[in-house]
């Protein structure tokens, strides 16, 4: 097996994906995180990477202190994270939260590494500039997120017949069936309060608002290749189905399990093989029931404005992204109510400068233009 480099690892996905490299003995090449030295530090002591990067380019020395006792080389900023990204015959796991998994996604594909992406963010902002670069490098890109995870292993036994529909499920997060009256007043406890998911704090307000379906239904345009108008997206309240496609004929192809992540990102680090894992198996006898329901896209706006995004194309996509990144700050802070979010997605579509085919240099541009605009909005200054 591959050695991993896991970009990430402090954070939620990070975590369990190390669990999952315990249980295998599969070994790290690198590590890395933003700026939580104290976790990197415990983490590069248990697997003795051969490098630990920490993003923040201010804890570099703190770092390297901590790790003085050891052989482990340590490096730091987003040209740290490029350099383990690019360490030859690895595999990558992106575990960054937000944009600034973009570059370093790139730095691995493009030395012809392997990636397994949990960063929904960089097919988001940069799905053609990535997939392009995917196909010219010849690299799989192996998604971790547990519905494109569920599509990519329905799709396995498909044998070149092409899917119809994508059913993209959605839990509906904590405030599904309310209204725009009911969500004014919001406490940010109340949003992070997930029914079925444990996951990192900006995601979770995601999943609150639908921002994350909206997110994902672009990152499965780009990973599958599909219309957007093939992705119906169906409210799943348990997370037991993690999603489905159907063919031409009608046949329906779901993957089921337990809301865990370390299933999909296992199957991530090891594809195509099927190991033990340490997630909980899902037992039929204990489901008592399956409840569907439609998303309501009136009220959670967020989801309407990702569709009009991807169907408008060029850097919509980030525009609503980075819209939304700099809002869900601003929230967890307290500085900004619930509903604001969707206002300064839904606003950045038409007020961020549109480009038809943004280079990179474009999209890092159009990320500090949308927190411009999100910034100004509010009335505030960083
Ligand atoms: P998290 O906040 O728990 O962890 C994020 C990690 O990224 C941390 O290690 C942090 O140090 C690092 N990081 C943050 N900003 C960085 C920067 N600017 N440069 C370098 N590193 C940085 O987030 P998470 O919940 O683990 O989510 C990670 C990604 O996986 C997100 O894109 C999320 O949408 C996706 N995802 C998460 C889950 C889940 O269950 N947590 C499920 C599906 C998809
Ligand atoms: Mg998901």
Same mark, same amino acid.
């Given at each position: 097996?591959?050695?991993?480099?896991?970009?990430?690892s402090?954070?939620?996905i990070g975590k369990q994906?190390?669990?999952?490299?315990?249980?295998h003995n599969?070994?790290?090449k690198a590590?890395?995180?933003?700026s939580?030295?104290?976790t990197?530090?415990a983490q590069?002591?248990?697997f003795?990477p051969e490098y630990a990067?920490i993003?923040d380019?201010?804890l570099v #020395?703190?770092?390297?202190?901590r790790?003085?006792?050891t052989?482990?080389?340590v490096h !730091?900023g987003? @040209?740290?994270l490029?350099e383990?990204?690019?360490l030859?015959?690895?595999?990558?796991v992106?575990?960054i939260?937000?944009?600034? !998994?973009? %570059?370093?996604t790139l730095?691995?594909?493009?030395?012809?590494?392997? =990636?397994a992406?949990?960063n929904?963010?960089?097919?988001?902002t940069?799905?053609k500039l %990535?997939?392009?670069?995917?196909?010219? /490098?010849g =690299?799989k890109?192996?998604?971790?997120d547990?519905?494109?995870?569920?599509?990519?292993q329905?799709l396995?036994g498909?044998a !070149?017949?092409k $899917?119809s529909?994508?059913i993209?499920?959605?839990s509906? !997060?904590?405030? &599904?069936?309310?209204?725009?009256g009911e969500?004014?007043g919001?406490?940010k406890?109340?949003?992070?309060a997930h029914?079925?998911?444990?996951?990192g704090e900006k995601?979770?307000i995601?999943s609150?608002t639908l921002m994350?379906k909206?997110?994902?239904?672009i990152?499965a =345009?780009?990973l599958?290749?599909?219309?957007?108008?093939?992705?119906?997206?169906v409210?799943?309240r348990?997370? =037991?189905?993690?999603s489905?496609?159907e063919?031409?004929?009608?046949?329906?192809?779901?993957q089921?399990?337990?809301?865990?992540?370390r299933?999909p990102?296992? &199957?991530?680090l090891?594809y195509p093989?099927?190991?033990?894992?340490p997630? @909980?198996?899902? /037992?039929?006898e204990?489901l /008592?029931?399956?409840?569907?329901g439609?998303p309501?896209? @009136?009220?959670f %706006?967020?989801?309407a404005?990702a #569709?009009r995004a991807?169907?408008?194309g060029?850097?919509?996509?980030?525009?609503?992204?980075c819209?939304?990144?700099?809002?869900?700050?601003?929230f967890l802070?307290?500085?900004?109510?619930?509903?604001?979010?969707g206002d300064? %997605?839904?606003?950045?579509?038409s007020?961020?400068k549109?480009?038809?085919?943004?280079?990179?240099?474009?999209?890092l541009?159009t990320q500090?233009?949308a927190?411009?605009?999100?910034?100004?909005k $509010?009335?505030l200054?960083k």
């Amino acid at each position: 097996m591959d050695k991993i480099v896991l970009l990430g690892s402090t954070g939620s996905i990070g975590k369990q994906t190390l669990d999952v490299c315990r249980a295998h003995n599969i070994v790290i090449k690198a590590l890395s995180a933003n700026s939580d030295v104290e976790t990197l530090e415990a983490q590069a002591r248990e697997f003795l990477p051969e490098y630990a990067v920490i993003a923040d380019e201010t804890l570099v #020395k703190d770092l390297k202190t901590r790790l003085a006792d050891t052989e482990i080389k340590v490096h !730091g900023g987003e @040209k740290g994270l490029c350099e383990i990204a690019a360490l030859p015959g690895c595999r990558v796991v992106n575990a960054i939260v937000g944009m600034a !998994g973009l %570059v370093p996604t790139l730095s691995a594909i493009r030395a012809g590494n392997d =990636v397994a992406l949990a960063n929904k963010e960089t097919l988001v902002t940069g799905g053609k500039l %990535v997939m392009d670069a995917v196909e010219r /490098s010849g =690299v799989k890109l192996l998604p971790v997120d547990s519905e494109h995870s569920a599509i990519f292993q329905c799709l396995q036994g498909a044998a !070149g017949n092409k $899917f119809s529909k994508i059913i993209l499920t959605a839990s509906g !997060g904590p405030f &599904y069936g309310k209204n725009l009256g009911e969500l004014a007043g919001v406490t940010k406890e109340q949003a992070l309060a997930h029914p079925n998911w444990a996951m990192g704090e900006k995601i979770t307000i995601d999943s609150a608002t639908l921002m994350n379906k909206g997110l994902e239904l672009i990152e499965a =345009v780009w990973l599958f290749g599909a219309e957007p108008s093939q992705i119906q997206i169906v409210v799943q309240r348990e997370s =037991v189905i993690h999603s489905a496609v159907e063919f031409e004929d009608g046949a329906i192809i779901a993957q089921l399990g337990s809301a865990d992540m370390r299933l999909p990102i296992q &199957y991530a680090l090891t594809y195509p093989e099927r190991l033990d894992c340490p997630a @909980k198996k899902l /037992s039929f006898e204990d489901l /008592s029931a399956l409840t569907f329901g439609t998303p309501d896209e @009136k009220t959670f %706006v967020c989801l309407a404005a990702a #569709k009009r995004a991807i169907e408008k194309g060029g850097n919509a996509p980030c525009i609503i992204n980075c819209a939304n990144e700099t809002a869900v700050r601003l929230f967890l802070d307290g500085r900004i109510r619930f509903l604001d979010i969707g206002d300064a %997605v839904e606003e950045s579509l038409s007020e961020v400068k549109f480009i038809a085919n943004p280079t990179l240099y474009e999209l890092l541009d159009t990320q500090k233009s949308a927190e411009k605009f999100v910034l100004t909005k $509010f009335g505030l200054s960083k």
